[in-house]
């Protein structure tokens, strides 16, 4: 079995960024994970999720989940926000491993959003790449604060489209056929 940890970014206390109309990043971020989970489940895979409801969890106790529970993988989902005109999809990592595992996430929410490509950034200063003891990455989906992408996220067929990206992109990188 190939363990993955999947991050829906913020929680609780901790919204992440809101939309134009008020779209919260955290909710968004956590039926988007959830449904990663259930359509990576399965054979070839094991899925530990951070959190499973709208809970404050520390980044240190995000990366101590997947670290006790010896994950393979680490992946972080988050909507990016940066002002109404920003568009488009990234994905950050920090190691070289971590960068093929975002390189076959960011492939598979180009193909399936036809956002722009913001392409790969390595970031040395993001808690869980740095906290996380596997290859990690960290998937920003879209921007919130751009009003149309804000409208999409509010659609279930549009997280479901998000969600069944990142986790072809998990099996890709795996190279697993999904069954």
């Not at 990043?25 to 709208?54: C, H, K, Q, W, Y």
């Not at 995000?62 to 909507?79: G, K, M, P, Q």
Request: proline content about 3%; glycine content about 8%; hydrophobic content about 40%.
């Amino acid at each position: 079995m190939i363990k993955i940890c999947l991050d829906a970014g913020h929680g609780g206390s901790d919204p992440g960024a809101d939309g134009p109309t008020g779209l919260n990043e955290a909710p968004v971020v956590l039926e988007i994970a959830t449904m990663v989970a259930n359509d990576l489940v399965g054979s070839s895979f094991s899925v530990m999720l951070t959190r499973i409801t709208d809970e404050y969890v520390s980044l240190q106790h995000r990366c101590d989940i997947a670290n006790e529970w010896a994950a393979n993988y680490f992946v972080s989902i988050h909507l990016n926000s940066n002002g109404p005109s920003a568009v488009g999809v990234e994905t950050l990592y920090k190691t070289e491993t971590g960068k093929k595992l975002a390189a076959k996430i960011q492939e598979q929410m180009l193909a399936a959003t036809k956002d722009v490509d913001r392409g790969l950034k390595q970031r040395s200063d993001l808690y869980v790449l740095n906290g996380t003891f596997m290859p990690a990455c960290l998937a920003e989906a879209g921007f919130i604060s751009h009003p149309e992408t804000e409208a999409k996220f509010k659609m279930l067929e549009y997280k479901q489209l998000v969600a069944l990206a990142i986790a072809e992109g998990i099996r890709k990188f795996c190279n697993v056929t999904k069954t």
